[in-house]
């Protein structure tokens, strides 16, 4: 091991601390898996979609070639707009948030998942992340592709791990290298480009190898091939654990024991026990090192807010209650072990959250960024969890939870004050409020209402409409863009005035213009599509919402309106001649576990490629595809982001009695609306497996057996 610079007590301290905190605070006494169990769980994860490597060797084994198409995130990452939204309200804190949730790869997060009996953790408001880390305890995190699908959509970053821990083997093998190239970091590079995502967290807890003395130097240089070998609009994290003295040892900000590895890459997350003088060291030796303090990422352990927990109580930033919600921060932060089911403020949420929470959400201190791209926008409200009725249960009002995290839309955040502001609104004068919900059942939707709220009256009439914000954007307002927005004006709205309001920038004299869509009540009631030019003299469009004027007349809510989709494009016929052909069946197999599938393909043209990606995004597995809708018998059966789809044993259940044959129909869904789809028929099973190379018109299959095969 390289000598250490660490005063012996500082040693000697740090070891008695790491072996008192063992005992204090003992891991559970569950045996570890085998590796041949290991194996064959990942193999069985593998078939969900979910990637991940526990050992040095599987990574070395591992190549393009292994990557399944169920595995790729096809969402291309939407290009944020540098500045902050229109009204900032001075310094906000860039946020990154590191995903630690209950151990990470769960079933939810995969490719067709089962139904949930209560909502699991998903990120609503992902204007206000910056960077997504995906952590799990493995030798190398790959995020699933449903996180990196919906975080793309939402303009943010997503990040593998690359993990090594005290007992982790074979350490020396990170800087192994072949070729003159460092090999795994060649690997690492693949893995983001061919995965689809953007870069890596480092984080190494183990001391050096006592027999390399040159390892910091190494270490750099692997750090500056891995940087380099992604590109330059990946990202590179530090973490704030192992020294360039060779040990490992928190130092709760940028000091001169980090600073090497935290300027090879692309910044720092620091460990979560920092002090504001730690803090203000970090800015000192920042500037002094010439490195951009947005690069430190100050730690919060979100876990420290459980003060139930057993052992010794966690201690982050601040001191007193510290904890992720409980954090007020002028500078750039990280979030990590977030327990918090979800990142938003709604008191009116199905998950219960602490009151803290509820109170001081952590959107209050985060930088907030324009939803969408420069000239393209889209959401249909879905959620990653939707909430639904379940007919099926015998009792009343049951909830059932169906995950589809990877389809989660742009969500606008309902309620921009905390809860404080909500209830003192209802203990002051009457006024009118405007509020929206989240729709629950299978056709997603923003649920519009309007109501009085307060205790008493105060003199003077309240003539101003009210309006509710649901998206900040930056876009050009020169007449080049159209939005759309479909939506269902509901009947008790005809006494109260509503419609679409959009907010414009003058960016001669940074002053605000407005500009509103009146829905009519004869005109607009029922399911709608309102087409709005974006041009204005003011230069661009930076908030869209809805308003209402009038007297609600009472305290129960008022339902104006239901919104289900708004795209915002640029203007005139993009190319729509696109075509889904080849429809068939297929088994893929990986260690004797076999899964049937329905594959199809999509006509590439170069001419099509370059005209649409100049305007609209542009996926490199699924083109102008946003994503694609399987019917199996007339029966919608699910949605792929890529271009095949897993067949499950309940897709089968409604096919029962059908003997001529089986209609499957590919809808393909693409960027901005619009769609094309194809046809084919399955023959009736008759005994056989899928062959792996057969079509549709010629395929004998027996998908239940095969189905069988790999449970």
Known sequence: MATSTLPDWKR?????????????DPRPENPSPSAEERKAQRIRDS?????????????????????????????????????????????????????????????????????????????????????????????????????????????????????????????ERLLLKRNDKYLLATKLGEMARGYGFDGWLLNIEHDAPENYPRWAEELTAFIFELREDL?????????????????????????????????AADGIFTNYKWTDKQLATTKSSATAAGMPTSKVSFGVDVWAQNTNMPGPPRVTYP?????????????????????IPHMDSRETDQVSRNESTKRNPIVQYAREHPAGSANYFETTFTQAIQPQIDTKSKKTQTIVYLPSLGSQDPLPNLLPFSARDWEEAH???????????????????????????????????????????????????????????????????????????LIYLDTTSQSLVDGRIRLSPGKHFGNAAIRIPIHHSAGRLVELGVFSNGDPGAATPISLMDLSRIVIKPRGQLPKNFKIQNIRVYTRIRDNISQPRIVWDWVKDPWWEQTWSELMPWSQTTGPFRS????????????????????????????????????????????????????????????RPPHSTASLASAKSNIGLALNESA
């Open 12 to 24: 000697i301290g740090h070891r008695i601390g790491k072996g008192l905190r063992d005992v204090l």
């Open 47 to 171: 078939f969900k979609g979910l990637v991940y490597f526990d050992e040095f060797a599987e990574v070395e084994a591992w190549s393009k070639s292994d990557i399944d198409p169920i595995q790729q995130a096809n969402q291309p990452s939407l290009s944020r707009d540098s500045s902050q939204v229109h009204d900032r309200t001075g310094s906000k804190t860039s946020l990154t948030l590191c995903h630690d949730y209950k151990g990470g790869y769960h079933d939810y997060e995969g490719v067709r998942p089962d139904p949930l009996t209560t909502e699991m953790y998903s990120c609503k408001y992902l204007q206000f992340v910056d960077t997504f880390i995906y952590f799990s305890h493995k030798l190398v995190c790959v995020p699933p592709p449903s996180w990196s699908n919906v975080l793309h959509r939402n303009g943010s970053k997503v990040l593998g791990t690359f993990l090594i821990e005290p007992q982790t083997d074979d350490m």
């Open 231 to 263: 590109g330059e609009d990946a990202e590179v994290i530090w973490y704030d654990a192992l020294t360039v003295e060779g040990n490992v040892y928190y130092q709760n900000g940028l000091t001169k024991s980090n600073q090497l590895y935290a300027m």
């Open 319 to 339: 001191a007193e209650g510290g904890g992720g919600t409980n954090t007020g921060l002028d500078g750039h932060m990280s979030i990590f072990r977030l327990l």
């Open 427 to 501: 203990r002051g004068p009457i006024t009118r409020v405007l509020f929206a919900e989240l729709g629950m059942g299978s056709y997603p939707s923003l649920m519009v209402f309007t109501k009085l709220a307060g205790c008493y009256e105060e003199a003077g009439e309240q003539s101003a409409p009210v309006c509710l914000r649901l998206f900040k954007v930056n876009m050009p307002a020169d007449g080049s863009l159209e939005a759309k927005v479909e939506l269902e004006v509901k009947d008790t709205a005809a006494e109260v005035d509503c419609g679409i309001y």
């Open 628 to 687: 694609f809708t399987v019917h199996m018998g007339g029966k919608a059966i699910d949605e792929a982001w890529c271009l095949e789809m897993p067949i499950k044993q309940r897709d089968l259940q409604h096919l029962e009695g059908m003997t001529n044959g089986i209609e499957i129909q590919v809808e393909g869904h693409l960027f901005g609306g619009g769609w094309c789809d194809c046809t084919g028929l399955l023959p009736s099973f008759d005994g």
